[in-house]
């Protein structure tokens, strides 16, 4: 059921107003502002993958917030509501291999201006988690913490990291020595002994310290 969107009254100048910084930029005649975040930075193996997010604006969503605050469940329900009631939505995703040719935070930006430029019309405004822009003539604001005090950023990290998940759970069936679908490829005690064990795979980012460190005399699968 669509909710009804908040009523202005409800809007204040409390930077912890979830809306808080899509109303600055509302007031700035910008109207299609899209949260922007990505997913998979840390990990040791598969994609690093960013969501864009324009919601309508106002609409109350009151559970949607920074995805590591969200448990699995939480954040399905979250995701099939953003789903339901965004304007637009779009993910963009880069391999490991490019992470390896460049570096996680390239990777990063450009998994978000993949997703950016997949949206039509494009935003005309976007807030982006962290403290960097992304390299793209749209007017934008970084903001460090963003999926804790914007709205759009919270849900662009939730569709995020829904969809890398199923990116992850997915090549379980392919790399079932690693068990990527419990740990999405990141570096808990049990990847860690498969990688001393097995190797690494195609999915693993070859210059990440944990990869290295733990596949120094094993072959690749």
Known sequence: MARRPLQSPLFTENPRDPWYFERRAHQRNFHRIAGVDEAGRGPLAGPVVA???VLPYGIDLPNVRDSKQLSPAQRQACYEEICSLATDIS????SAAEIDRTNILAASLKAMHKAVVQIEPLPDFLLIDGPWEVEIQ?????????DQLSISV???SIVAK??????????????PHYNFAQNKGYGTKEHRIALARFGSCPLHRQTFRGVTSNTANRKTL
Do not use: P, T, W
């Open 51 to 53: 969501a864009a997010v």
């Open 162 to 175: 829904v969809y890398r998940d199923a990116i992850m759970v997915a090549h379980h069936q392919s790399y």
């Open 138 to 146: 749209l007017a934008q604001q970084a903001l460090k913490r963003g």
């Open 91 to 94: 993910v963009g995703e880069v």
């Open 154 to 156: 919270a849900a662009a």
